[in-house]
């Protein structure tokens, strides 16, 4: 799914609760997004349409302002437990006009299959994408 949109606060602590419990984390300043992008989803799409359950959630955000890429990788094990105390993720997706909310439980996420979940790319330059390996 490609749009362009916002994460608001639910994913935002998701990913903090992964940086608080020491998975992998990786923060780094760069003028150019797209390989580390074109990367992530390589691997991705290793993963697209495999059978299985997914072993881990990946987050890949750049964000321009800032020109800092952020990688985390969260075991499914944490994920499971950090959504007993969240209900889910919501997302804005849209722009000024068109606005759509989107609120996304885990189990839904865990059902989703292997390989990209979510590609945002808004006009600022500002991406993320989320998928299962």
Known sequence: MQASGRWT??????????VTAGCLVEIDRVADPRPAFAQA??????YQGRPGPAG???????DQGEGQLVRVSIPMWLARKVARHEEGIDLD???????????????????AGLGILVEVEEDEGDQVLVWLK
């Not at 606060?9 to 992964?18: D, E």
């Not at 997706?93 to 059902?111: C, I, P, Q, S, Y």
């Open 9 to 18: 606060g639910a994913a935002l602590v998701g990913i903090l609760a992964a």
């Open 41 to 46: 989803r390589r691997e991705a799409q290793r």
């Open 56 to 62: 881990h959630v990946n987050v890949l955000v750049y």
């Open 93 to 111: 997706l849209g722009d000024a006009e068109h606005t759509m909310k989107r609120h996304v439980r885990w189990e839904d996420l865990e059902k």
